[in-house]
């Protein structure tokens, strides 16, 4: 036995961002590996030179870092890789199971076009591959094909999707080099699993005819295949395959919209595999637990407020250190936040109390800005009509007995505040809301905040005062 038995592979091509649903089948890929103590793998399919981007590999590798997926050995590039999938092609060029096509752009066309006349799909018809090339093709472009078995069937025996079959009849000859010498996806793909020792291929059900495919190569090869999980592709509320118009796709989005990466690795998984009625599944037990067998094989739907609300369960069982250093990562990233020690204070106290209605990051950012805004800070129209001089008046004479009677910032506690301001309401004969408004107004400068008590507390003293003093009449 090998020293590690499973060893599965994330395989994107860097060509763009890095999508959620090619994140979920990484995870996928991931859990088999970590619950199996196998390997896992990163390989980056930059075959493509012209599409393929250092920016697209930084944020797959950014991606995944924020989600917590690491990956054994060093990263593989496909395109390092061209000499030895020319050497495979050639081998099997040796052996008589692929041939030399000199078929030119236009049959080419011709051949497609037929065959979408007859309604059928394009296909190759075969001339070359019982052909030898005469004297005049020998300075004629060629590409290499697989000599395909066109009898039988190819079945892939997939975790997911169960036996699929493939009529051989409908898998023509594919091109496993082409003319210029680079190799194809299909070539490349089968080589380099081949090679890396991969064991287990997770990947999208859009790759399912492809398995087929490969599958004729690594039995031309002599190579043993590996097995499959095609995962079904994600699917937007309404049914239809998940875009762009159902909301974010990105990995990164999803990060700066606010959603915590364990939130976001619990929702992607359960979006698809389950476990008993489990819905909150630590990394932890995800590890124990996971298994392809699990994986549904119907498309999951995408829900985004089942999303908001595993993301709130993570955002309140984070330690208040621990989310605080989430806030101040998001908010630098997203507003340029720079704060000092005075206000970082001012925001970790009043976290319990953000958090509590928050579902996103950025729900607490936003609820969380007039505590770092330097005074005289601004008040929105509403509260400004809160402010009336009699509420001015009241204003300095809470804050004078405040000031009085709570005469440090250690004395400036949520219990006394509280007991402080209900005894003033009552000595002066107003319901606590009449004192509740003007201190609302001068202090977040807003109708909506936190309770009046957290909002003081989390200020602290001074702030507290001088802002009350800023619109005290
Ligand atoms: N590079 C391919 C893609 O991003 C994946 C290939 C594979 O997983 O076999 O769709």
Redesign the pocket.
Known sequence: MPEHSVVTRF???PTGFLHIG?ARTCLFSWLYARATGGKFLLRI?DTDRERSTQEAIDAIFEGLTWLGIDWDEEPIYQSARAGRHREVAEQLLTSGNAYRCFATPEELTEMREAARAAGKPPRYDGRWRDRAPGPEHGNQPFTIRLRADQEGETIVRDHVQGDVRFGNDHLDDLVLLRSDGTPTYMLA?VVDDHDMGVSH?V??DD?LNNAARQMQIIKALGWDAPQYAHVPLIHGPDGAKFSKRHGAQGVREYRDLGYLADAMNNYLLRLGWSYGDHEIISREDAVKWFDLDGINKAAARFDFDKLNHVNAHYIRSRSNEDLLAEVLTLARRLKDWDLDADQTGRLSRALPSLSERASTVVDIIDGADFLITARPIPIEEKAQKLLTSEARTLLAALTDSLEAELKTEGDWTLEAIEAHIRTFADSQELKFGHVAQPIRASCAGKMKSPGIFDVLYALGRAESLARMRDQAG
């Open positions: 395989a994107p091509s090619n399919e793909v291929v990947r999208g790759h």
